[in-house]
């Protein structure tokens, strides 16, 4: 069993007791200050000491160890993603937020407020009237239908059969694209990360379904997290994300999948920003 295949059997093994993990946690960082002069390359930005800890706690229950310095691949960082995906509470709050903010100051950030019941409201998309939230005219989406927040509660939390329940999903064709309507899952896959107010464990079914994804490559440590590569199943361009570890989101994109089910892409890179809130929509 590889380190890889270490960190995959985390997600489904029970959780060690609090004792240990505390143990383990203090163990790794007593080790990883002692280190940090000469080895300041394995804490990168976007892997913070917890999610690190979290990783190591796995290793040493399976007698598994992983060199310090050992390069992140795009897999492994989908792995870690899935276990704090897994750990991190839902939060809670009266509206999903998101934010988009494109690195081009003349366009204006994207905003939107989700209630539970469905009702949206936007600021900033094309066609709104500009500095004022105002009722959505679509509705939150995945595969070109919509989507509730109890349709994303049911979804599957096993990401075999997470991705066989997306190929499964009807949607409209003209609201899907060509690898969509042939089934492929890894757009949809990516709107669950990115805007959608996933829950917890579906969250993390998802980000192992992309580990498994063919073609995913690392491109190192970035600001906001880890940068994956990963190949456009339309034939455009290479979809590259940010990603933190630690946190389980998405913090910027090339190719943004929003919740709504449309697509925006740049050269540059979009910030996206999600979380539960309960300021209103201003």
Known sequence: MDDLDTLATLLTKPEPSTEA?????????????????RRIGWLMPGVGLATAAAAVVAVIATGVTTPAGAPV???????????????TPQGSGTYWYVRSEWS????????????????????????????????????????GAE??????????????????????????????????????PLLPLLS???????????????FRALATTPGVESGGAVEGGQELLIPDPDGGREIKLVVDPETARVTRTNVLLSSD?????????????????????R
């Open 21 to 37: 993990i505390t143990r383990s946690r203090n163990r790794l960082q007593d080790r990883m200050r002692g280190r940090a002069r």
């Open 73 to 87: 691949s795009g897999r492994e960082v989908l792995l870690m993603a899935a276990a704090s995906a897994e750990r």
């Open 104 to 143: 081009n100051p003349e366009i204006p950030a994207m905003e939107s407020w989700t209630r539970r019941d469905g009702r949206r409201w936007t600021k900033g998309e094309p066609g709104d009237p500009p500095g004022v939230a105002v009722p959505a005219t679509l509705p939150l989406s995945l595969k």
């Open 147 to 184: 989507v509730s927040f109890e349709d994303l509660e049911g979804l599957p939390t096993d990401p075999e059969a997470l991705k066989a329940r997306i190929t499964e999903r009807k949607g409209r064709a003209d609201d899907m694209s060509r690898s969509e309507q042939r089934g492929d």
């Open 192 to 206: 669950l990360i990115s805007e959608l107010p996933t829950p917890s464990e579906v969250r993390s079914a998802a």
């Open 261 to 281: 089910g449309s697509t925006a892409s740049t050269d540059e890179f979009i910030s996206v920003t999600t979380n539960w809130t309960d300021q209103p929509p």
